[in-house]
């Protein structure tokens, strides 16, 4: 009788012994955090702040198949999904977290030591920084050496083209009132319902 009680508790320790790995306290730590963040934002009658309360965020570095690990702001309630994934705390190609002058963990793709820097445009609205970060997977002849593919010159593009086509979509999508006062020139009807929901939040926001 003594012996199985002491086999059951046994049993009940290992079980209750944390696993250590620096993964699991993260998600101890993380998941289920809350956080109440106040916004500003312009309305036609001036500021109005705003308050919500929703799953804090974190950044997580994404493995992606070309571009090795890019940081991305995350939601600390998907953290187990994601960790599970591959993505990790620490940005496997410079081996550290990206902190910027100010000392906060950023997605800013220009803190990683390991890649070359990219181009960046600033919105003249809400000074968000607009990354060349949305290159294409593959850059050069797509055919390789296969004799059959048709090269076709229509996807090349600069970072300059990239980060002005990114930054007008962010106008429309984010300013609309300043885009049509900059006369920025309108989207392609291809990308006006890509985002329904951040364009009308974003209405919803400016009134
Ligand atoms: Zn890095
Ligand atoms: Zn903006």
Redesign the pocket.
């Known amino acids: 009788m003594q012996k199985r009680t002491g086999k059951t508790a046994t049993v009940e320790v290992t079980e209750n012994v944390p696993v250590g790995t620096s993964d699991e306290v993260l998600i101890a730590e993380q998941e289920g955090r809350m956080v109440q963040s106040a916004e500003t934002v312009q309305s036609e009658d001036g500021p109005v702040i705003t308050t919500h309360t929703r799953p804090g965020t974190l950044v997580l570095y994404k493995p992606t198949e070309s571009h090795g690990y890019l940081p991305r702001t995350v939601s600390a309630s998907a953290l187990r999904q994601l960790l599970k994934q591959g993505w990790k705390q620490v940005?496997p190609?410079?081996n550290?977290r990206?902190i910027n002058k100010d000392g906060i963990e950023s997605t800013d793709p220009n803190l990683?030591?390991?890649r070359d820097p990219v181009a960046v445009r600033v919105c003249r609205v809400c000074t968000k920084r607009i990354f060349d970060n949305r290159q294409f997977t593959y850059d050069g002849k797509m055919g390789g050496d296969d004799p059959n593919v048709i090269e076709d010159e229509a996807g090349s593009s600069t970072p300059e083209e990239r980060t002005l086509a990114s930054l007008h979509l962010h106008y429309w999508t984010w300013h609309p009132r300043e885009a049509q006062m900059m006369k920025i020139p309108p989207l392609p009807a291809a990308l006006q319902p890509a985002a329904p929901g951040e364009t009308r939040q974003a209405n919803e926001r400016a009134i």
Do not use: S, W
Request: hydrophobic share 10%; glycine share 0%.
């Open positions: 940005c190609d410079c550290k990206h990683c030591d390991a």
